[in-house]
Structure formats: C-alpha cells, structure tokens
C-alpha cells in the first residue's frame, strides 16, 4: 500500500522557519518525482516545489522561489521542505505527492497525496 506521511507543520510567527518532511512508501516502482503542494482557505490548489529523486533536479513556485529549499534525505524517497522567512500568506494545509508525472510540475499527474501537514504563519 502506498503511503505518504507527513510531518513538521504547526503554528509559526512571520519570519519564521518551519521544516517539513515526507516519507513515501509501498511504491511498487519508485516514483521519479516527490513534490509539495498547497492549498489555503478558499483558494485553490498550488503547486509549491517538487525534486526529482534520480537527478535531484527542483522547481519552485514563483511565491516561494528564495526562502524554500526542497532536498531529498538519506532515506529512500524521504524529502523535506525548509521553509524561511515565512509569511501569512503561506499558511494553508501542504500536501507532499509522489508518482510520475510528465514534468515535476505537473500536479495532476501525482497519484499519490499524503493527508495533509497544516502550516499557520501569524502577522
């Protein structure tokens, strides 16, 4: 079975740094790509960094470009998400995905979501 589970939201003040961890398991074939994504109160999906887990290649979003770094760990298909200089408008619920999508940005191509890691960053 596979899962995804998630770790290291929590509550946290604007300038702050939060770290966030994922670890994919159960996965019959290893999933090329392991990525975050966001969704706020009433806002839609947004995709906000994924990595490639055989060439390390990332991309950001544009909002988070310079204060998230996403890095895989020394455990098989562990990532995690640093988060820097946070600010209010980054709080929402993150999701961590796996699978193999046709680019690391194509979220809907991820067919593995974990259950959700909630991130609230005060004024």
């Known amino acids: 079975e596979v899962q995804l589970v998630e770790s290291g939201g929590g509550l946290v003040q604007a300038g702050g740094s939060l770290r966030l961890s994922c670890a994919a398991s159960?996965?019959?074939?290893?999933?090329?790509?392991i990525g975050w994504f966001r969704q706020a109160p009433g806002k839609g999906r947004e995709g906000v960094s994924c990595?490639?887990?055989?060439?390390?290649?990332?991309w950001y979003a544009d909002p988070v470009k310079g204060r998230f770094t996403i890095s895989s760990g020394s455990a098989k298909n562990t990532v995690y998400l640093t988060m820097s200089d946070l600010k209010p408008e980054d709080t929402a619920v993150y999701y961590c995905?796996?699978?193999?999508?046709?680019?690391?940005?194509?979220?809907?191509?991820?067919?593995?979501w974990g259950q959700g890691t909630q991130v609230t960053v005060s004024s």
């Open positions: 159960g996965f019959t074939f290893e999933p090329w790509a």
């Open positions: 995905v796996a699978g193999n999508p046709s680019t690391c940005w194509d979220w809907n191509g991820y067919d593995a």
């Open positions: 990595i490639g887990t055989r060439d390390s290649s990332t």
